[in-house]
């Protein structure tokens, strides 16, 4: 069974940081494409980023809102793929998801984990 | 990218079919044949009904069936039932993925 599991949301002030990961088991990490998605209260889907598979080049996109503030990155000895937020705006506030990827789907979903960016 | 556009809302009666249109252009929606569509009940995680434009994943009935012409996909929801009220969301995969607006579909 495939499983997701985000942590590390919480509260944090705007202009700060925070690091989100995802634990995942239950398929081979390692040849996996990740994605995360977010979605702000009340709000539709939004897509934030994806990490390829190091077997397929490990290439990193994101989307142009949060391009140059968050950096994605995964270790495949711990089956995880992290979420690092930098310079916080309060736009940022969302339920941020790990997602699978499978055949340009997003086939999988963790949870999510609620970042809240307030002073 | 722009969000793909779709109608907010929708609504049938139980057992009547409704439809979801999703609005994009030819470099996302028409350009490529990755259309998904994901159901959200309130609370819940999104949930993947059809990926592929008209592929279903294991598990989902046969009721949902997806179709694309042109710059437009679809959702069709046959044989409404009260479990099928949720947000539906399409998204198209074109070296990055976007979303719909996302529509509320209510079963009468």
């Known amino acids: 069974e495939v499983q997701l599991v985000e942590s590390g949301g919480g509260l944090v002030k705007p202009g700060g940081s925070l690091r989100v990961s995802c634990a995942t088991s239950?398929?081979?990490?390692?040849?996996?494409?990740m994605s995360w998605v977010r979605q702000a209260p009340g709000k539709g889907l939004e897509w934030v980023g994806q990490?390829?598979?190091?077997?397929?080049?490990?290439?990193?996109n994101y989307a142009a809102p949060v391009k140059g503030r968050f950096t994605i990155s995964r270790d495949d000895s711990k089956d995880t793929v992290y979420l690092q937020m930098n310079s916080l705006k309060t736009e940022d506030t969302a339920v941020y998801y790990c997602?699978?990827?499978?055949?340009?789907?997003?086939?999988?979903w963790g949870q999510g984990t609620l970042v809240t960016v307030s002073s | 990218q722009s969000a793909l556009t779709q109608p907010p809302s929708a609504s049938g009666s139980p057992g009547q079919s409704v439809t979801i249109s999703c609005t994009g252009t030819?470099?996302?929606?028409?350009?490529?044949?990755?259309v998904s569509w994901y159901q959200q009940h309130p609370g819940k995680v999104p949930k993947l009904m059809i990926y592929?434009?008209?592929k279903r994943p294991s598990g989902v009935p046969d009721r949902f069936s997806g179709s694309k012409s042109g710059n437009t996909a679809s959702l069709t929801v046959s044989g409404l039932q009260a479990e099928d009220e949720a947000d539906y969301y399409c998204?198209?995969?074109?070296?990055?993925?976007?979303f719909g607006t996302g529509t509320k579909v209510t079963v009468l």
């Open positions: 997602t699978t990827e499978y055949y340009y789907t997003l086939k999988y």
């Open positions: 239950g398929f081979t990490f390692t040849n996996a494409w």
């Open positions: 990490i390829k598979s190091k077997s397929d080049g490990g290439a990193i």
């Open positions: 030819s470099s996302d929606v028409g350009g490529y044949k990755y």
């Open positions: 592929e434009v008209s």
């Open positions: 998204s198209s995969y074109a070296g990055l993925y976007v």
